[in-house]
């Protein structure tokens, strides 16, 4: 008993043709998938792993800008007791007063009169 007759035949190595034709191109794309899901996989490991160093980095960037910010304080606060300091210190024009003063006093250049001198002098000037 033959299940196909001669003229099935044709029509029979047409449908075998087509489905290892359809086969092959499944198999073809089934790898392609493959291929694909791969280069998916592949870039989401590389997406994961590059913002795991971008969020380590900006982690250090802001701990960086925290130190600057520190610093940055502890500079301003040494600024305003160096400007207190200054404050409380004499201007120049006050030092030369000064100067002036110590130098009118200055034993060493001054001309002392004793109490004799003194006496003469009036009695000469009268």
Same mark, same amino acid.
């Given at each position: 008993?033959?299940?196909?007759?001669?003229?099935?035949?044709?029509?029979? &190595? #047409?449908?075998? *043709? *087509?489905? &290892?034709? %359809?086969?092959?191109?499944?198999?073809?794309?089934? #790898?392609?998938?493959?291929?694909?899901? =791969?280069?998916?996989? $592949?870039?989401? #490991?590389?997406?994961?792993?590059?913002?795991?160093?971008?969020?380590? *980095? +900006?982690?250090?960037?802001? %701990? $960086?800008?925290?130190?600057? &910010?520190?610093?940055?304080?502890?500079?301003? =606060?040494?600024? #305003?007791?160096?400007?207190?300091?200054? !404050?409380?210190?004499?201007?120049?024009?006050?030092?030369? !007063?000064?100067?002036? +003063?110590?130098?009118?006093? =200055?034993?060493?250049?001054? =001309? +002392?009169?004793? *109490?004799?001198?003194?006496?003469?002098?009036?009695?000469?000037?009268?």
């Amino acid at each position: 008993m033959a299940v196909f007759k001669e003229s099935d035949v044709p029509v029979s &190595n #047409e449908i075998i *043709r *087509r489905t &290892n034709e %359809n086969t092959r191109r499944i198999r073809s794309l089934e #790898e392609l998938t493959r291929i694909l899901e =791969n280069k998916i996989y $592949s870039l989401e #490991e590389r997406i994961l792993k590059n913002q795991e160093e971008v969020k380590k *980095r +900006f982690e250090e960037l802001e %701990n $960086s800008i925290k130190d600057l &910010n520190i610093r940055l304080m502890k500079i301003e =606060n040494e600024e #305003e007791k160096i400007k207190k300091t200054l !404050e409380k210190t004499v201007k120049k024009p006050e030092l030369e !007063e000064i100067e002036s +003063f110590v130098e009118l006093m =200055n034993p060493l250049k001054m =001309n +002392f009169v004793t *109490r004799q001198e003194v006496e003469k002098m009036i009695r000469e000037s009268k």
